[in-house]
């Protein structure tokens, strides 16, 4: 401890602080330079603190390291490539919104590799943790009685109000692509290959001025360093064989369309690499097929003479709903009912008015996943209007609101025990702050 006291005094030089220790939590010391760096990241990111900077950021911080020592104890440890992935998805985050790599680095003062070193440090921090806190609180699970006594024992003005949610079954296909089509887009990205080989034409103009991929279109192609498992695997296979930057790779099919690579940089197993991207256009015509071919399967569905669940096995290309007889899933609960600005707003416009079980005509919108046109037709599973959460339609709601509760209980008193048992200093002039949990400055 009396090194860690030392510190303070050793990083402060006369009237000109370079940094100081704020705070000590058992043999880990909090930095001032922490706190305002953390200040900076939640203000970019548009993160509101409630309360004072400077009393709220600081506890954030000894909380973590309560929860990091418990973790080694523990042997709780976070999967590295998971790591960098979401590292690149922030990093490239903070890019695109800057606008550039130089940016960026401006607004932090620091190069890439300190940002990105440092939010390794971070996020690995942050999934431990998340993983400790799953470990603390796996064992609590509300039994049905606990549920209704708890649901029972809510004033009613507690109980929470549930929006107008469906449950939404999907088929769709993409039209045909003619094969003149194809043969018309693979004919243009061998020629923008030959091009750059040739040293005719740089690859990252190419990229702005022709590339579907409109993102990574605004860096030239640049799509950042990302490891395999973040790629489709056909680019995937191709971008990590290649070793010439100057050698534009083959032409590449993925579901998003047709791809040339240049490779820029090789960082263990992670690569940054350009591309170009371009889609077959589909003609009008063969729009109408789709639909008209939809519209007599939606005429079969509504005359009972074919189920919509067999009619999705039978005709849908949608690979994550066709093994569930077409039932949308919602991705940010898991679960298959969705609220309406949750859908994506061409189906949440047509099933506001439609009835259970009605069956849409067809119509045509753009898949999420791949960025493509789709002809689609949807049948209306269920609607619950808005109303006060009750057992019969929101049970999983409510347990889920109970669990939260005593998830919350046992960690606040979990923090409470540790804060107890951990050697804890604050600065005087960081003191008198209204903490979370009382307690840090010892008598």
Same mark, same amino acid.
């Given at each position: 401890?009396? !090194?860690?006291?030392? !510190?303070?005094?050793?990083?402060?030089?006369?009237?000109?602080?370079?940094?100081?220790?704020?705070?000590?939590?058992?043999?880990?010391?909090? %930095?001032?330079?922490?706190?305002?760096?953390?200040?900076?990241?939640?203000?970019?990111?548009?993160?509101?603190?409630?309360?004072?900077?400077?009393?709220?950021?600081? $506890?954030?911080?000894?909380?973590?390291? %309560?929860?990091?020592?418990?973790?080694?104890?523990?042997?709780?440890?976070?999967?590295?490539?998971?790591?960098?992935?979401?590292?690149?998805?922030?990093?490239?985050?903070?890019?695109?919104?800057?606008?550039?790599? $130089?940016?960026?680095?401006?607004?932090?003062?620091?190069?890439?590799?300190?940002?990105? $070193?440092?939010?390794?440090?971070?996020?690995?921090?942050?999934?431990?943790?998340?993983?400790?806190?799953?470990? !603390?609180?796996?064992?609590?699970?509300?039994?049905?009685?606990?549920?209704?006594?708890?649901?029972?024992?809510?004033?009613?003005?507690?109980?929470?109000?549930?929006?107008?949610?469906?449950?939404?079954?999907?088929?769709?296909?993409?039209?045909?692509?003619?094969?003149?089509?194809?043969?018309?887009?693979?004919?243009?990205?061998?020629?923008?290959?030959?091009?750059?080989?040739?040293? $005719?034409?740089?690859?990252?103009?190419?990229?702005?001025?022709?590339?579907?991929?409109?993102?990574?279109?605004?860096?030239?192609?640049?799509?950042?360093?990302?490891?395999?498992?973040? %790629?489709?695997?056909?680019?995937?296979?191709?971008?990590?064989?290649?070793?010439?930057?100057?050698?534009?790779?083959?032409?590449?099919?993925?579901?998003?369309?047709?791809?040339?690579?240049?490779?820029?940089?090789?960082?263990?197993?992670?690569?940054?690499?350009?591309?170009?991207?371009?889609?077959?256009?589909?003609? =009008?015509?063969?729009?109408?097929?789709?639909?008209?071919?939809?519209?007599?399967?939606?005429?079969?569905?509504?005359?009972? *003479?074919?189920?919509?669940?067999?009619?999705?096995?039978?005709?849908?290309?949608?690979?994550?709903? =066709?093994?569930?007889?077409?039932?949308?899933?919602?991705? @940010?609960?898991?679960?298959?009912?969705?609220?309406?600005?949750?859908?994506?707003?061409?189906?949440?416009?047509?099933?506001?008015?439609?009835?259970?079980?009605?069956?849409?005509?067809?119509?045509?919108?753009?898949?999420?996943? *791949?960025?493509?046109?789709?002809?689609?037709?949807?049948?209306?599973?269920?609607?619950?209007?808005?109303?006060?959460?009750? %057992?019969?339609?929101?049970?999983?709601?409510?347990?889920?609101?109970?669990?939260?509760?005593?998830?919350?209980?046992?960690?606040?008193?979990?923090?409470?025990?540790? @804060?107890?048992?951990?050697?804890?200093?604050?600065?005087?002039?960081?003191?008198?702050?209204?903490?979370?949990?009382?307690?840090?400055?010892?008598?």
């Amino acid at each position: 401890m009396v !090194l860690l006291l030392l !510190l303070t005094s050793c990083l402060a030089m006369a009237d000109n602080v370079i940094d100081e220790v704020i705070w000590i939590v058992g043999d880990e010391a909090i %930095l001032r330079s922490e706190v305002e760096e953390e200040r900076l990241r939640s203000q970019y990111e548009g993160q509101e603190i409630q309360g004072d900077p400077y009393c709220v950021i600081p $506890e954030q911080i000894a909380i973590q390291k %309560l929860f990091l020592h418990q973790a080694e104890l523990d042997s709780v440890v976070a999967n590295e490539s998971t790591v960098s992935h979401q590292v690149d998805i922030r990093l490239n985050y903070y890019i695109n919104q800057i606008g550039s790599k $130089e940016k960026m680095e401006e607004y932090f003062r620091k190069t890439t590799s300190e940002i990105r $070193e440092e939010m390794m440090t971070t996020v690995r921090n942050q999934m431990i943790i998340q993983q400790l806190q799953q470990k !603390l609180t796996e064992n609590i699970n509300p039994t049905p009685a606990e549920i209704h006594r708890y649901f029972n024992s809510l004033p009613q003005d507690s109980i929470p109000v549930v929006t107008a949610q469906v449950e939404v079954q999907i088929l769709s296909f993409a039209p045909q692509v003619p094969i003149e089509e194809t043969e018309r887009i693979k004919s243009r990205l061998r020629e923008f290959a030959e091009r750059v080989n040739k040293g $005719e034409a740089d690859f990252a103009m190419l990229a702005r001025l022709y590339s579907e991929d409109t993102e990574s279109a605004k860096h030239g192609g640049e799509l950042g360093f990302l490891g395999r498992g973040q %790629l489709v695997q056909a680019f995937a296979d191709v971008a990590f064989n290649l070793t010439d930057p100057k050698k534009i790779s083959r032409i590449v099919e993925t579901e998003y369309g047709y791809h040339i690579i240049q490779l820029l940089e090789k960082k263990g197993d992670r690569i940054n690499c350009r591309h170009i991207l371009m889609r077959p256009r589909v003609s =009008a015509s063969d729009k109408v097929r789709a639909l008209e071919r939809l519209d007599s399967i939606a005429g079969k569905v509504r005359a009972d *003479s074919l189920s919509f669940e067999k009619a999705v096995i039978y005709f849908s290309e949608d690979k994550q709903t =066709a093994l569930n007889a077409g039932l949308m899933m919602n991705p @940010q609960t898991g679960a298959s009912r969705f609220e309406y600005q949750d859908l994506p707003p061409e189906i949440a416009k047509l099933v506001y008015t439609m009835k259970e079980g009605d069956v849409s005509d067809p119509f045509v919108m753009m898949d999420q996943t *791949s960025n493509k046109e789709i002809c689609a037709i949807v049948r209306l599973k269920s609607k619950k209007d808005v109303h006060k959460a009750n %057992l019969v339609d929101d049970f999983q709601l409510v347990k889920s609101m109970l669990k939260n509760k005593l998830s919350g209980e046992l960690l606040d008193n979990w923090i409470k025990k540790k @804060q107890q048992e951990t050697y804890t200093h604050v600065s005087p002039e960081w003191q008198g702050c209204d903490w979370q949990y009382p307690g840090w400055v010892k008598e």
